[in-house]
């Protein structure tokens, strides 16, 4: 089991452009949680995917939205990107019911 | 509003002394806790969570509800544990969910 797999490890967009993260979560996982950390700060809740719907969502504007697939995999979407978003886009799997969330490396994006 | 707060940035301590890193929290609720660690070029991964009550490489931590605090101790500190901590708090007040919210983070450098 690779354990959570994201994709792409960095990524560089121009101001006002979209971009796409993508989330692999751990084999038997079925919820997808997405974190934003700025640097030198702590992780920030952005949203979780159970069921293919949104369950909860963070302090975030709608330009930030998302997807699950069938397969539990998830997407982050960022529409209109701000110099502000450039951040590391961490996503977290975990299981109905379990005790722990696992996290993935994280895509860095830079915006320009 | 909840919020976890860890004061220091930076703790800079010598291998054999003792180690405690502060954590303090607020929420309406009954409270989960945890820490989590990042070694360097590692993911973010669960050490330990206070409902466990266990002791992880050595390290504990109790809820003081009075206080609203969770600190991570550990009686003799190991180069091994030069890392970033984040104490989160899950915003479900459930067994680690994936909606969590975490503190800015302290780095424990621990010299030879």
């Known amino acids: 089991d690779a354990g959570v797999t994201q994709s792409p490890t960095h990524l560089i967009k121009t101001r006002g452009q979209q971009v796409t993260l993508r989330c692999s979560p751990k084999s038997g996982h079925d919820t997808v949680s997405w974190y934003q950390q700025a640097l030198g700060q702590g992780p920030q809740f952005i949203f979780q995917?159970?069921?293919?719907?949104?369950?909860q969502r963070g302090n975030f504007p709608d330009r930030f939205s998302g997807h699950q697939f069938p397969n539990y995999s998830s997407e982050l979407n960022v529409n209109a990107l701000l110099l502000g978003d450039s951040a590391l886009y961490l996503c977290a799997s975990s299981k109905t019911g379990g005790t722990e969330a696992f996290f993935g490396q994280g895509t860095r994006l830079t915006v320009v | 509003a909840q919020r976890v707060t860890q004061p220091e940035k930076l703790l800079s301590v010598f291998k054999g002394a003792p180690v405690e890193l502060k954590c303090n929290y607020s929420?309406?609720?009954?409270?989960?806790l945890f820490w989590y660690v990042q070694y360097s070029r590692q993911r973010l991964q669960l050490l330990l969570r206070h409902i466990s009550r266990e002791s992880i490489k050595g390290f504990t931590a109790d809820l003081n509800k009075g206080e609203t605090s969770f600190h991570l101790k550990k009686p003799f500190a190991q180069e091994e544990d030069s890392a970033m901590y984040y104490c989160?708090?899950?915003?479900?007040?459930?067994?680690?969910?994936?909606?969590?919210?975490f503190g800015q983070g302290t780095t424990l450098q621990v010299k030879p």
């Open positions: 995917y159970y069921e293919e719907e949104e369950r």
């Open positions: 929420y309406s609720g009954s409270p989960e």
């Open positions: 989160a708090l899950d915003l479900d007040g459930s067994s680690n969910t994936g909606k969590l919210i």
